[in-house]
Nanobody, 130 residues
């Protein structure tokens, strides 16, 4: 059973950067899963921000983070990163990492309504404030 752990959240000023990490339970390779990053702000529904497919590294970003966020795999260390640059107050949220083996190549879903994700972490809080 895959267990996911997120880390790297914290308080940052507007315009700053953070790098979130998504790690897996021992012995489970994240390289064998599509990975998605989602976020939920207080009082709002959870939304997808970035995902990467399992096989071909297809990536997809929400319009709100495109050109500011980058999702990337570090298979040697079994981590998937979300590099977040030029952070804005509206980026304040709890960020969740999700994994699934169904989204193998050419596509990954940012809409949970369209296509659910099987495995979820407990989240890491990102606060953007001056």
């Amino acid at each position: 059973q895959l267990q996911i752990v997120e880390s790297g959240g914290g308080l940052v000023q507007p315009g700053g950067s953070l790098r979130l990490s998504c790690g897996a339970s021992t012995g489970v390779a994240l390289a064998n899963y599509a990975i998605g990053w989602f976020r939920q702000a207080p009082g709002k529904t959870r939304e997808g921000v970035a995902c990467i497919s399992e096989v071909d590294g297809f990536t997809l970003y929400s319009d709100s983070v495109k050109s500011r966020f980058t999702i990337a795999r570090d298979n040697a260390n079994n981590i998937v990163y979300l590099q977040m640059n030029n952070l804005e107050p509206d980026d304040t949220a709890t960020y969740y990492c999700a994994a699934d083996r169904r989204y193998r190549q050419g596509w990954c879903p940012l809409s949970e309504t369209l296509a659910p994700w099987n495995y979820w972490g407990k989240g890491t809080l990102v606060s953007v404030s001056s």
